[in-house]
């Protein structure tokens, strides 16, 4: 009975250990958000994503919105007040309109009309 109940308890701290808990869920809601950037891929691959590209040339600067090309699909990162990455939103599949509505509905509004 004893070498079932060591490996009970073996297997426990093993998985504790590989699987420890987050503290912090990526999209907690009880943080606030204080920036967002959009960080995207560049040249080819970007062409290949026409939605993304017109949202990128005609709107982004609607809603003073920094775009960094530093490779990966494009997607919305926000930030909290200390600069802490606190959500992440996948854009690749998104139209100008559900970017637009992604920033808005998470306290980003266009801040210019022209």
């Not at 943080?31 to 939605?51: A, E, H, Q, Y």
């Not at 606190?86 to 139209?95: G, H, N, R, T």
């Not at 808005?104 to 210019?112: A, D, I, L, S, Y």
């Amino acid at each position: 009975m004893k070498p079932i109940l060591l490996t009970l308890v073996l297997a426990v701290v093993l998985l504790i250990f590989l699987f420890p808990q987050r503290t912090a869920a990526i999209d907690d809601t009880s943080t606030t958000v204080k920036k967002v950037v959009m960080r995207s891929c560049s040249g080819w691959k970007l062409n290949r994503l026409p939605r993304v590209k017109e949202f990128i040339r005609e709107d982004a600067n609607l809603y003073e919105l920094p775009i960094e090309y530093v490779g990966g699909d494009p997607r919305l990162v926000f930030f909290d007040e200390n600069d802490t990455e606190i959500k992440v939103i996948d854009v690749q599949f998104m139209d100008r309109d559900q970017i637009k509505k992604t920033l808005e509905e998470n306290g980003f509004p266009r801040v210019h009309w022209d």
